[in-house]
């Protein structure tokens, strides 16, 4: 794990906590591109009422306005939980360069979990990918959370 990476994850970690007091799963992103965060985002399914809002899907759409594109090249998605489907599907699209992720979901988790849609070679885009970088922290919060839920 480089310096670099941890220090992305931990700005996904803040934000994540956000979610966590609006009372969302706590999961958060930031994309960033040439040393800058460019786009950056929360889970938010709930108080947004769409069940699109992911923290990664936020963070890709603030991204891809402030870039006045829907192509996002040379950036890196930092999220700190491994990403569904959707998401993945998202990132591949906007041609993300690099996926950072935290902890692993071992339920739904398409990058390494249940599946390897990241790298998967029916795609005309695959997304170099690094896993685990505070993993123990990411997946720490995410833990609590949902114990203090049940």
């Not at 947004?48 to 809002?53: L, N, Q, R, Y």
């Not at 699209?93 to 690099?98: G, I, Q, S, T």
Request: with cysteine; glycine share 6%.
């Amino acid at each position: 794990m480089s310096e670099a990476d941890a220090h992305w994850m931990r700005q996904a970690l803040l934000l994540a906590r956000q979610a966590e007091q609006a009372g969302e799963v706590p999961v958060g992103a930031v994309l960033v591109r040439a040393g800058e965060i460019v786009g950056q985002g929360y889970n938010c399914p709930i108080s947004s009422k769409d069940p699109t809002a992911h923290a990664e899907i936020v963070a890709l759409r603030a991204a891809a306005r402030a870039a006045d594109n829907y192509r996002l090249p040379l950036s890196t998605l930092y999220v700190t939980l491994e990403p569904c489907t959707m998401c993945v599907g998202a990132l591949i699209h906007a041609r993300v360069e690099r996926l950072v992720f935290g902890a692993l979901e071992p339920r739904a988790g398409a990058v390494v979990s249940q599946q390897q849609l990241a790298t998967h070679p029916a795609y005309n885009h695959q997304l170099q990918v690094q896993g685990g970088v505070l993993e123990d922290e990411c997946a720490t919060l995410l833990r609590e959370f949902f114990r203090r839920r049940r």
